[in-house]
């Protein structure tokens, strides 16, 4: 375990979340499927869900992608996902990626969770740079990046195509490690 705050906790991905992540996938079809598209497709099943946990966890072993679980402590169910991707070990920078389940949306479970996985991203793995990059009409995404004082840096234009739509500008934010 990372982390417990308020009634949740932080873990990093374990081979025996499979059957929770295809249950949180599955319940949150929908959301996952504009900005989320890979892990939707690879959780969707329960063999599917299982290989995506195996390989998460090798991931995270060789530090070449970072997958975190937001679980409810009294009933160890999946509430959300937090990724640290687009690792580049030179300028020790990575990327959040995160989605909450509908349920626990709009409660500040994300943000706790951000702001706590930034101190281990800094303390625990060394990165000195951590970026956000959100779609200006995801108004939560935005909301997180700010309350965790990630600094708005520009626009990036046409940076990611959602599957079947023309491509989105999307808005890079920036937290250094200021230890």
Not at 15 to 25: G, N, P, Q, R, T
Not at 55 to 72: I, S, W
Not at 88 to 95: I, M, N, R, V
Not at 106 to 128: D, P
């Amino acid at each position: 375990m990372i982390v417990q705050f308020d009634t949740y906790y932080i873990d990093r991905i374990q081979e025996k979340d499979a059957w929770k992540i295809c249950d949180f996938i599955v319940a949150n079809e929908d959301r996952l499927r504009r900005f989320f598209p890979k892990t939707l497709e690879q959780g969707l099943t329960p063999s599917l869900a299982e290989r995506f946990c195996k390989k998460k966890v090798k991931q995270f072993e060789h530090k070449e992608e970072f997958l975190f679980t937001v679980k409810a402590k009294e009933s160890n169910a999946l509430v959300g996902l937090i990724y640290i991707k687009d690792l580049d070990w030179t300028k020790k920078l990575g990327e959040f990626a995160y989605c909450i389940g509908y349920p626990f949306e709009g409660k500040g479970i994300t943000s706790k969770a951000v702001n706590y996985l930034s101190e281990y991203a800094f303390n625990n793995l060394g990165f000195e740079v951590l970026q956000i990059i959100a779609y200006k009409a995801n108004i939560g995404s935005v909301k997180i990046a700010k309350h965790n004082g990630f600094k708005w840096i520009k626009t990036l234009e046409k940076e990611f195509t959602p599957i079947g739509e023309k491509p989105l500008d999307m808005e890079l934010y920036i937290l250094y490690n200021e230890k």
